[in-house]
Every structure is written in structure tokens, then in C-alpha cells.
């Protein structure tokens, strides 16, 4: 199982989850118990990766939603559902806008603290 380095951890810690959305969503209310699950381990696997994608790889993505050789009649119809095949990876629309979202939120706030950082450190010290 592959694991998530520090610098992962820090990457968005949260995921914004609309309850509401999930709830009554006639797509999730159409899939087993599992595929529910299989389709939040693929969400949050989304969210953490680098470049707000997941692989085309059917064997990671049977790793990640631990249904192995299952994945083809379990894990597969969700996938199709649920993301869009892009050139470079799977991806769940309203997720990628979320995850694009705090991308923007946190560079906006390296910057500023960038910035700040700068401007005291070009203060001029105090004289006694």
C-alpha cells in the first residue's frame, strides 16, 4: 500500500464533503454499501494526489479501493460514473474545482505570508 509522505499530509488536510449533496444524490443512492465506500476511498484518493488527478491504472486503483481482483465488476462502474477520463487521469469534476479552489487559497496565502516576511525583515531596526 503506498503510503503518504509528510509533505502529503500537509496537502489539504481536509475535504470539504456537501453532506446534502451526498444524500441525495440518485448516483450514490443507486450503488451498494461498497461501491459507496469504493467511490469516498477514490474521492479522498483524488483530493491528495499532487496534480488533483487519478491514475489510469486499474491495479492502483484496485490497491487503493482494496477490492483487488473485484475492482472490474465492483470499483469500474463507479469510476465510470463518477470521474471523466481525461488525457493525464480520472477525475471527478465538482472535486478537481474544490481541489483547484484551495490550491488558489493556499498559494494566495504563501504569498501573503511571503510577503510579510519580506516586508519585516526590511524594516529598519530600531536605533537605542
Do not use: I
Request: proline share 6%.
Amino acid at each position: 500500500m503506498q503510503r503518504l509522505g509528510d509533505g502529503d499530509r500537509a496537502r489539504f488536510p481536509y475535504l470539504p464533503l456537501y453532506v446534502d449533496d451526498w444524500l441525495s444524490s440518485d448516483t450514490v443512492d443507486s450503488f451498494t454499501l461498497e461501491q459507496q465506500g469504493v467511490y469516498l476511498l477514490l474521492l479522498l484518493r483524488q483530493w491528495k494526489s499532487k496534480d488533483g488527478l487519478l491514475p489510469k491504472d486499474p491495479a492502483t486503483l484496485a490497491r487503493w479501493t482494496r477490492l483487488g481482483p473485484r475492482w472490474r465488476k465492483v470499483g469500474r462502474p463507479v469510476l465510470e460514473q463518477c470521474f471523466t477520463l481525461r488525457q493525464d487521469g480520472y477525475c471527478n469534476t465538482k472535486l478537481r474545482r474544490l481541489w483547484e479552489q484551495a490550491r488558489e487559497r493556499r498559494n494566495q496565502a504563501r504569498a501573503a505570508a511571503r510577503h510579510r516576511w519580506d516586508d519585516e525583515r526590511q524594516e529598519p531596526l530600531p536605533e537605542d
